[in-house]
């Protein structure tokens, strides 16, 4: 049989049988097995004692067919007597047993005792001291007490045990040393100390923070009721409070000022600061108030006293300070308002100062280092718009001076291409690639170089003529690749390509005439650059000025194998024609000239043959354009002379003649007065003087007379004698800029007509809005 329960047992008893006399001694045994299982059971727990009764009553005592309880068997002989008297079963009765269950009692003054243990627990871990009681049985008597619904009184009576010494501990502060750091020191021991017994006592009452704390609502843990306590009792001691702040931002200025400071005794107190709750309120406003004061003052002061860099860097050394100081000490929370409070104070404050002061120093020293600082600063503060603006103003003002002194057109373009280069590697290494500071350098060159109309298309065309001509020793084809793609920007920025277009188109003529030119492949190149950059349209012409000079070659051999070259051309003489379509080169007004009665020779035979192989053509003879090569004999020894068509012309005279007067010379050559001078003059007082004036003088006067000099001597067998240009250049110039306007004329007629032809009717305003979208030149509405 089982041990009786707390509440009830019940017990079932069967036997079976073939007669009533063998049922009764199994009734005894039965009887005597419940006696002895039902014995009384005394036991006591924690205290609490219980007791059980067991009463035993035999009438409910029942016989049934269950063999398990009872199983009696009678000997064999017995058993066959059984068979011949067999009796019916008797009806089952049932076993009852009844426990009297007497209510648990807890020991007198339970809960006096047990909360005598544990005060007396808290008070030694307070002062610090051993406690006699181990915290197994401490932490025993907080569960008794939690089991017994006293957990409520038990939370009260801790919390009063912490208020009192919470309170006393704060009061013992108060007046304590006036020096700062000393005083912080005894907070952080007190912060500390406070830590360390809560945490204790929130281990011994851990049961307690478990159940009733959990269960309750509105009730702190142990520990949140501790921080609890003491941020009340510090807000009830201002002195301690103000005291404490007070002492920790003197020691951040200090260490600001450069003085060393302990920065774990900072990270202590703001961390308790930021575990009470009070953080923002009583530590980060009045510490973001004195940042500012403090770097307004410094900032004001390092400005009047310090260059622009050093303030720079001194800048971007303070703020890299603060965020140390975020990193160690400081709550993360604080870290943005106080980067923005210090960038405020030592920049926003003073962008319109820096700028000012030093960003025109720094981009004319290249200072590509302390530029980058300064934008990096500036991106850092939203300040890039003024940044940008100094630079397009920058990049105005010094370009002017590049474009507008006239004295400085010959460097105009080569000053420009190094201002754009020193721009390109500021915007690159300085500006990190910004896309707006990469705008604003392109329309403040735009500006600048369009602020003399034509001028500057002009000088780049001359620019690349001086590039593209033979004679530049020491420049690889890299390098003049390079060079073209440099002055390809500058032309991408000029209003009237137009201009550029008809004076490259000259001087590439000059170039490709007189075999001047350096490389065909740059010249190519060049044209591939201009067609990609404006179409197909704007280098039509010069592409087929490279087809006329190709063409002509093979002209030129087809007249030295033909009949009439071989039967009737002059010996001695060689003779190179180009033949050009007008429509593709510049227009050279026309000059007739007495040619040497071989050249007028050649002339006609060649111009029979062409007619012959082209019918219906027309040629007309551009003797301004020609050049020669003569053989000429001086008493020192033989020379060659490169000379153009009117010098051959004039020199050719002096094999008849040994002293010559201007008329005599003008008479006799046909030459217009102004290209006779300039052609006497580059003969008689240049570099390479064949010719003597009499009287002597660098200009040509209407009496001179002019010798042939038989002292020339030279230490080359080859000479070039240069015309002088210098005349011929203002009158060229002048007349391929009124060709451009006399174009320009005709492209605005055209686009009116097509504008005109499209809306049928328009207004004037419309008109010329419409005529500044369709033209590519700038021009002034009337």
Same mark, same amino acid.
């Given at each position: 049989?089982?041990?009786?329960?707390?509440? #009830?047992? =019940?017990?079932?008893?069967?036997?079976?049988?073939?007669?009533?006399?063998?049922?009764?001694?199994?009734?005894?045994?039965?009887?005597?097995?419940?006696?002895?299982?039902?014995?009384? @059971?005394?036991?006591?727990?924690?205290?609490?004692?219980?007791?059980?009764?067991?009463?035993?009553?035999?009438?409910?005592?029942?016989?049934?067919?269950?063999?398990?309880?009872?199983?009696?068997?009678?000997?064999?002989?017995?058993?066959?007597?059984?068979?011949?008297?067999? =009796?019916?079963? %008797?009806?089952?009765?049932?076993?009852?047993?009844?426990?009297?269950?007497?209510?648990?009692?807890?020991?007198?003054?339970?809960?006096?005792? =047990?909360?005598?243990?544990?005060?007396?627990?808290?008070?030694?871990?307070?002062?610090?001291?051993?406690?006699? /009681?181990?915290?197994?049985?401490?932490?025993?008597?907080?569960?008794? @007490?939690?089991?017994?619904?006293?957990?409520?009184?038990?939370?009260?009576?801790?919390?009063?045990?912490?208020?009192?010494?919470?309170?006393?501990?704060?009061?013992?502060?108060?007046?304590?040393?006036?020096?700062?750091?000393?005083?912080?020191?005894?907070?952080?021991?007190?912060?500390?100390?406070?830590?360390?017994?809560?945490?204790?006592?929130?281990?011994?009452?851990?049961?307690?923070?478990?159940?009733?704390?959990?269960?309750?609502?509105?009730?702190?843990?142990?520990?949140?009721?501790?921080?609890?306590?003491?941020?009340?009792?510090?807000?009830?001691?201002?002195?301690?409070?103000?005291?404490?702040?007070?002492?920790?931002?003197?020691?951040?200025?200090?260490?600001?000022?450069?003085?060393?400071?302990?920065?774990?005794?900072?990270?202590?107190?703001?961390?308790?600061?930021?575990?009470?709750?009070?953080?923002?309120?009583?530590?980060?406003?009045?510490?973001?108030?004195?940042?500012?004061?403090?770097?307004?003052?410094?900032?004001?002061?390092?400005?009047?006293?310090?260059?622009?860099?050093?303030?720079?860097?001194?800048?971007?050394?303070?703020?890299?300070?603060?965020?140390?100081? /975020?990193?160690?000490?400081?709550?993360?929370?604080?870290?943005?308002?106080?980067?923005?409070?210090?960038?405020?104070?030592?920049?926003?404050?003073?962008?319109?100062?820096?700028?000012?002061?030093?960003?025109?120093?720094?981009?004319?020293?290249?200072?590509?280092?302390?530029?980058?600082?300064?934008?990096?600063?500036?991106?850092?503060?939203?300040?890039?718009?003024?940044?940008?603006?100094?630079?397009?103003?920058?990049?105005?003002?010094?370009?002017?001076?590049?474009?507008?002194?006239?004295?400085?057109?010959?460097?105009?373009? #080569?000053?420009?291409?190094?201002?754009?280069?020193?721009?390109?590697?500021?915007?690159?290494?300085?500006?990190?690639?910004?896309?707006?500071?990469?705008?604003?350098?392109?329309?403040?060159?735009?500006?600048?170089?369009?602020?003399?109309?034509?001028?500057?298309?002009?000088?780049?065309?001359?620019?690349?003529?001086?590039?593209?001509?033979?004679?530049?020793?020491?420049?690889?084809?890299?390098?003049?690749?390079?060079?073209?793609?440099?002055?390809?920007?500058?032309?991408?920025?000029?209003?009237?390509?137009?201009?550029?277009?008809?004076?490259?188109?000259?001087?590439?003529?000059?170039?490709?005439?007189?075999?001047?030119?350096?490389?065909?492949?740059?010249?190519?190149?060049?044209?591939?650059?201009?067609?990609?950059? /404006?179409?197909?349209?704007?280098?039509?012409?010069?592409?087929?000025?490279?087809?006329?000079?190709?063409? #002509?070659?093979?002209?030129?051999? #087809?007249?030295?194998?033909?009949?009439?070259?071989?039967?009737?051309?002059?010996?001695?003489?060689?003779?190179?024609?180009?033949?050009?379509?007008?429509?593709?080169?510049?227009?050279?007004?026309?000059?007739?000239?007495?040619?040497?009665?071989?050249?007028?020779?050649?002339?006609?035979?060649?111009?029979?043959?062409? @007619?012959?192989?082209?019918?219906?053509?027309?040629?007309?003879?551009?003797?301004?354009?020609?050049? /020669?090569?003569?053989?000429?004999?001086?008493?020192?020894?033989?020379?060659?002379?490169?000379?153009?068509?009117?010098?051959?012309?004039?020199?050719?005279?002096?094999?008849?003649?040994?002293?010559?007067?201007? %008329?005599?010379?003008?008479?006799?050559?046909?030459?217009?007065?102004?290209?006779?001078?300039? =052609?006497?003059?580059?003969?008689?007082?240049?570099?390479?003087?064949?010719?003597?004036?009499?009287?002597?003088?660098?200009?040509?006067?209407?009496?001179?007379?002019? @010798?042939?000099?038989?002292?020339?001597?030279?230490?080359?067998?080859?000479?070039?004698?240069?015309?002088?240009?210098?005349?011929?250049?203002?009158?060229?110039?002048?007349?391929?800029?009124?060709?451009?306007?006399?174009?320009?004329?005709?492209?605005?007629?055209?686009?009116?007509?097509?504008?005109?032809?499209?809306?049928?009717?328009?207004?004037?305003?419309?008109?010329?809005?419409?005529?500044?979208?369709?033209?590519?030149?700038?021009?002034?509405?009337?």
């Amino acid at each position: 049989m089982s041990l009786p329960t707390k509440r #009830s047992a =019940t017990a079932t008893a069967s036997t079976a049988g073939t007669s009533t006399s063998s049922t009764y001694p199994p009734m005894k045994k039965a009887k005597c097995q419940a006696a002895s299982a039902f014995s009384p @059971l005394d036991y006591s727990k924690n205290g609490l004692h219980h007791s059980d009764e067991v009463v035993f009553d035999p009438s409910s005592i029942s016989l049934d067919d269950d063999p398990k309880l009872v199983d009696y068997r009678p000997p064999p002989a017995a058993a066959n007597l059984s068979r011949k008297k067999a =009796t019916l079963p %008797q009806p089952a009765k049932k076993l009852v047993i009844k426990l009297v269950k007497a209510k648990p009692t807890l020991p007198t003054n339970f809960e006096e005792d =047990t909360w005598a243990k544990l005060q007396s627990a808290i008070k030694a871990i307070f002062l610090k001291r051993p406690d006699s /009681c181990d915290l197994e049985k401490l932490y025993q008597a907080v569960n008794d @007490l939690c089991l017994h619904k006293m957990g409520g009184n038990l939370y009260l009576r801790i919390e009063k045990e912490c208020e009192a010494h919470i309170s006393a501990a704060l009061q013992s502060l108060v007046g304590q040393s006036p020096d700062l750091e000393v005083f912080l020191k005894l907070v952080a021991t007190c912060w500390k100390d406070l830590c360390d017994q809560m945490l204790m006592i929130r281990g011994i009452a851990l049961y307690l923070d478990r159940t009733y704390v959990k269960q309750t609502p509105n009730v702190r843990s142990l520990w949140d009721m501790g921080l609890q306590l003491f941020r009340k009792h510090l807000s009830l001691s201002p002195e301690v409070e103000h005291k404490t702040v007070t002492g920790i931002l003197r020691m951040i200025e200090r260490e600001r000022l450069g003085e060393s400071a302990d920065r774990s005794l900072l990270d202590h107190l703001l961390k308790m600061f930021t575990s009470l709750g009070i953080y923002a309120e009583s530590f980060e406003s009045p510490f973001l108030e004195c940042t500012s004061e403090f770097y307004a003052s410094e900032g004001m002061k390092y400005m009047q006293q310090s260059d622009v860099p050093d303030y720079l860097k001194h800048v971007e050394s303070r703020l890299n300070e603060e965020q140390d100081r /975020c990193n160690i000490y400081i709550d993360a929370s604080t870290k943005k308002p106080l980067i923005a409070t210090a960038e405020k104070q030592l920049l926003e404050c003073h962008i319109s100062a820096i700028l000012d002061k030093g960003f025109m120093m720094l981009m004319d020293g290249h200072r590509i280092k302390d530029l980058e600082t300064m934008y990096s600063l500036f991106l850092r503060v939203n300040s890039l718009e003024p940044l940008r603006q100094a630079l397009s103003m920058y990049i105005r003002r010094t370009g002017q001076g590049m474009v507008m002194d006239e004295e400085k057109d010959k460097d105009m373009v #080569s000053s420009l291409l190094e201002f754009k280069a020193s721009l390109d590697s500021v915007w690159e290494e300085s500006f990190s690639k910004n896309e707006g500071f990469c705008i604003t350098v392109k329309d403040a060159f735009e500006h600048l170089i369009n602020l003399r109309q034509n001028r500057p298309a002009e000088l780049i065309a001359k620019f690349l003529d001086d590039k593209l001509r033979a004679g530049n020793k020491g420049t690889s084809e890299e390098e003049l690749e390079g060079t073209l793609d440099k002055v390809l920007v500058l032309f991408r920025f000029i209003q009237g390509k137009d201009v550029f277009e008809a004076f490259y188109k000259k001087d590439l003529a000059k170039r490709l005439l007189l075999g001047k030119s350096a490389s065909i492949d740059a010249e190519k190149s060049m044209i591939s650059k201009l067609k990609t950059e /404006c179409g197909s349209q704007f280098t039509n012409k010069l592409e087929g000025m490279f087809k006329d000079i190709e063409l #002509s070659k093979e002209i030129n051999e #087809s007249f030295k194998q033909s009949s009439q070259a071989r039967t009737k051309l002059p010996s001695g003489i060689e003779m190179s024609v180009h033949v050009l379509t007008t429509g593709y080169w510049p227009t050279y007004p026309p000059m007739d000239v007495r040619l040497p009665h071989e050249l007028n020779v050649y002339q006609d035979i060649f111009k029979e043959f062409y @007619l012959s192989k082209y019918s219906g053509r027309r040629l007309m003879w551009q003797n301004s354009l020609g050049h /020669c090569v003569l053989k000429a004999e001086f008493p020192k020894g033989r020379k060659e002379l490169a000379v153009s068509l009117f010098q051959t012309i004039v020199l050719m005279l002096f094999n008849d003649a040994q002293k010559l007067s201007l %008329q005599d010379i003008k008479d006799s050559t046909g030459i217009e007065d102004k290209e006779l001078r300039r =052609t006497l003059q580059s003969l008689a007082c240049g570099k390479v003087r064949v010719l003597h004036k009499l009287p002597k003088g660098r200009d040509v006067e209407d009496d001179d007379s002019f @010798l042939f000099n038989e002292g020339f001597t030279a230490p080359l067998y080859r000479i070039k004698v240069n015309a002088i240009q210098m005349k011929e250049t203002v009158e060229e110039n002048t007349s391929t800029t009124e060709r451009v306007f006399q174009h320009r004329q005709y492209q605005v007629d055209a686009a009116i007509v097509r504008i005109m032809k499209t809306r049928k009717v328009l207004s004037h305003t419309l008109l010329i809005t419409e005529l500044f979208q369709q033209l590519k030149f700038p021009y002034k509405a009337g």
